[in-house]
């Protein structure tokens, strides 16, 4: 039976969640540029701590693990920087600067469409219901196809300029794996006995959940944008390399993330030809069967415990308040809080 005092605390606590999250949302711009350096960092650990503990047992010392492994990835990177970054900075530009082309060719061949219809012998009526019903689509296709591309390479853009955040992501995450259990006590200490045991569970279910997104998503993400854009570059679309990445990234996202990788690719093959976009959808399609079929069984092992239905329901959410990134995290994040709910529950009853 719950007593008057514990229902005054779930009321309090209740209360401190949502001034909480109105905070959050209402300074989420300010919010999300501190907390990215955070959140580089949590990926970093997922990624590189099962490597550290391999080497902890060859009685290596967390501090020389994470060095090392710093090191050997910091020299893979600069190796790969110097053939690939340069290509893609100069894709990004070269794309960024035709754009205005792009859109002058897709009215091109929008008047091209409309003078066949005008120069057919169809009736009057068939051809005005058609001129309306084009015209309505095509400026919803012109604006959806500039507004993806444009959203797309901003976000890339800011991805490659983050040196900085990436820089301070590296410090916090050698200090989150190198004292990793002096923040779990840190955290225990400041919670109340009879909920230790329940956070402890809480950390495991979070900590369970992570680790399948992070290591399994992201290595799943890499691997798709490395074979969309080898097959961009062997059917010459142009920009293979930002166009690839572009959909490795939105592969990360449930059901949507497909579709909206293969719009600024099908977007630029059209400028070309009608054939060549035709192209694009067979290797969009064929990489998604390879990870639907291979990739994602093999190194993602289940799912993170969302219903289909509510996983459309919490990316369509993340993207209307958060743009791209919480379409990326709202999968994560929605399933770390299903978890904790599901402890608070138990704990109640």
């Known amino acids: 039976m719950i007593n008057k005092r514990q229902t005054f605390i779930y009321i309090v ?37 099962p490597i550290v503990l391999k080497l902890e047992k060859r009685n290596i010392s967390k501090t020389v ?83 993806t591309l444009k959203k797309s390479l901003l976000t890339l853009f800011e991805t490659v300029t983050m040196i900085f955040d990436f820089g301070v992501a590296l410090v916090i995450a050698y200090y989150f794996i190198k004292d990793g259990e002096y923040f779990k006590r840190s955290v225990l200490s400041l919670t109340p006995r009879r909920w230790r045991n329940g956070m402890i569970g809480a950390g495991r279910d979070i900590h369970k959940i992570l680790s ?58 059209l400028i070309d030809s009608p054939m060549k976009v035709l192209w694009t959808f067979l290797v969009f399609a064929i990489v998604q069967q390879i990870d639907n079929s291979f990739i994602s069984p093999k190194i993602i092992e289940g799912g993170l415990g969302l219903h289909p239905v509510a996983t459309i329901l919490v990316v369509l959410i993340g993207g209307e308040f958060f743009g791209i990134l919480g379409m990326l995290m709202a999968v994560p994040v929605a399933a770390i809080l299903k978890a904790l709910a599901k402890r608070a529950v138990e704990a109640i009853v």
């Open 212 to 269: 399948k997104f992070i290591q399994g998503q992201l290595l799943t993400a890499l691997i798709v944008g490395i074979m969309e854009v080898i097959g961009l570059f062997i059917i010459r679309v142009k920009y293979p390399l930002v166009l690839g990445c572009i959909g490795g990234i939105a592969n990360i996202i449930p059901y949507f993330g497909p579709i909206i990788g293969v719009i600024p690719a099908v977007a630029i093959a």
């Open 65 to 147: 693990s994470i060095l090392m492994i710093y090191l050997f990835f910091g020299i893979a990177i600069t190796t790969l920087a110097i053939f690939i970054v340069p290509e893609m900075v100069k894709n990004t530009k070269d794309l960024m600067t035709t754009l205005p082309q792009i859109s002058l060719q897709y009215q091109s061949i929008f008047k091209g469409v409309m003078s066949f219809i005008k120069s057919s012998n169809w009736p009057d009526d068939i051809k005005t219901a058609i001129y309306k019903e084009i015209g309505n689509g095509a400026a919803i296709a012109q604006n959806l196809i500039m507004s």
């Open 13 to 49: 606590v209740s209360v401190i969640v949502i001034l909480i999250l109105f905070f959050i949302y209402y300074f989420r711009q300010k919010v999300i540029q501190i907390i990215i350096p955070f959140f580089i960092a949590v990926i970093i650990v997922y990624l590189i701590n």
